[in-house]
Nanobody, 115 residues
Framework: QVQLVESGGGLVQPGGSLRLSCAAS????????MGWYRQAPGKQRELVAT???????NYADSVKGRFTISRDNAKNTMYLQMNSLKPEDTAVYYC?????????WGQGTQVTVSS
């Protein structure tokens, strides 16, 4: 069973930046399209960004131009560079395949944007 571990979250002021990482226990990023998801308190989990095995990316309108998804297949790691953060970006961020294929969700990493 593949394990996904997210890291890099924290407390940041509006306008600040964070870089999230997603480490996988097995080679997965070069096989499947992957996505970053987030879940804010009281809301459903939503898709933030995706990257295909070929490297094509796509973003939710709410983060387009501010977030960048990337991956390093050799390190079995995926990243989410988040710039110009807003309070509405506050959420727990998760990584998983896109679409969801039954890989167990990790614990996520908390991102809090607040002054």
């Amino acid at each position: 069973q593949v394990q996904l571990v997210e890291s890099g979250g924290g407390l940041v002021q509006p306008g600040g930046s964070l870089r999230l990482s997603c480490a996988a226990s097995e080679t997965i990023f070069s096989i499947y399209a992957m996505g970053w998801y987030r879940q804010a308190p009281g809301k459903q989990r939503e898709l933030v960004a995706t990257i295909t095995s070929g490297g094509s990316t796509n973003y939710a309108d709410s983060v387009k131009g501010r977030f960048t998804i990337s991956r390093d297949n050799a390190k079995n790691t995926m990243y989410l560079q988040m710039n110009s953060l807003k309070p509405e970006d506050t959420a727990v961020y998760y990584c998983n395949t896109y679409p969801i294929r039954g890989v167990r969700w990790g614990q996520g990493t908390q991102v809090t944007v607040s002054s």
